[in-house]
């Protein structure tokens, strides 16, 4: 009996050491398993950064937020710009590597554009027929600002039209309300911007709280209505902030994720400590002449053209934010776990 006993316990003792070394075998098996994600993880940083060197981004610089109001066959404004000279003007940007981003898209930081490229927000104010009018077929008329977008992407795989569009009550000539629904729904769904322009453009400068609510609030609620979405961003009459300049992020009801200006500069990236939700500038379309000679498009394009460091350029991956080192002092904390310095 005892010999049996002894047997027994000589067979737990083994079974005992045989499952001790499995346990240190799927042990050194996770251990193993943690070193090959690290390394990998490690190898896969190394590539991105060396990717982002390669094309020597810098997603903490500038970006041109270009302002554009009618586009008429005989401009009567400065702020006018003819079929031709639109078409130029997004020719320039196709050769010098823009890529259109919207509005909503730079605000939170969704620049998904290839490496090596910059990004472009297209923003067009006060809805005039000009910029999109729909023919009895649903097609954006000849000339329109939507049809040359759109003919200079077709033109040039990958340039995508992208826009926003600052929307008053005007609504792009259209006082029938299903043909106003019908211009909307058809931005939204071609993939482009609706946004708060106010429902009078009004100067909103030193008006009370509550009107500057109301300005705000009743086209946005009416933007809603027809096209079923809410703006989140906002272009302000004239450039000009309220009294308190979060009054035209945040009210009764509604709630932007960026208000721009009227000009004279390049924006600062979302990722930069320079970037201000409440005032982003944006700049006017025109050639040099006048003040325009050092504030427009072609005096801004032109700079940062010349100072390429300056500029926003993509490392391709809408994941990481990428820079030389030495400027990571410009990266906003709320972007740390994005970083990827080279």
Known sequence: M?????????????????TGCGSQ?????????????????KATKAAKVKAAASVKANE??????????????????????????????????????????????????????????????LTFD???????????????????????????????P?????????V???????????????????????????GNHTRDHLNLRGRPEKEVEEQIGSIGKEIAALAYIKPTTIALPYGNQPSKKDWALRGKDYHHLGAFLAG???????????????????????EKKGDCAQFCSAAWLDWLKNNPDMRYTSDGDVRTVAYPKFKAPYLRKAFTTWSLPY
């Open 2 to 18: 005892r010999l049996r006993i002894l047997s027994g316990l000589g067979a737990l003792t083994t079974a005992a050491i045989l």
């Open 25 to 41: 075998s799927d042990t050194a098996k996770l251990t193993d398993n943690k070193v090959d994600a690290a390394a990998r993880l």
């Open 60 to 121: 903490l610089g500038q970006i041109p937020v270009l302002m554009f109001h009618r586009i008429v066959a005989k401009p009567q404004t400065t702020d006018d710009r003819s079929p031709q000279q639109f078409r130029a003007d997004l020719e320039r940007l196709v050769r010098e590597d823009y890529v259109p981003i919207t509005a909503a898209e730079m605000v939170v930081g969704k620049i998904d554009i290839p490496a090596g490229k910059h990004p472009v927000v």
């Open 126 to 156: 006060d809805s005039s027929p000009s910029q999109l009018t729909l023919n009895e077929m649903g097609v954006p008329q000849k000339d329109t600002a939507v049809a040359i977008l759109k003919e200079v992407a077709a033109a040039h």
């Open 158 to 166: 990958g340039w995508k039209p992208k826009a926003t569009f600052y």
């Open 168 to 194: 008053t009550r005007d609504m792009f000539g259209k006082t029938v309300r299903e043909e106003q629904a019908q211009t909307l729904l058809w931005l939204k769904d071609n993939g482009f911007e609706i």
């Open 264 to 286: 004279y500069t390049p924006a600062a990236a979302p990722f930069s400590k320079a970037f201000d939700p409440a005032g982003i500038p944006r700049i006017k379309v025109m």
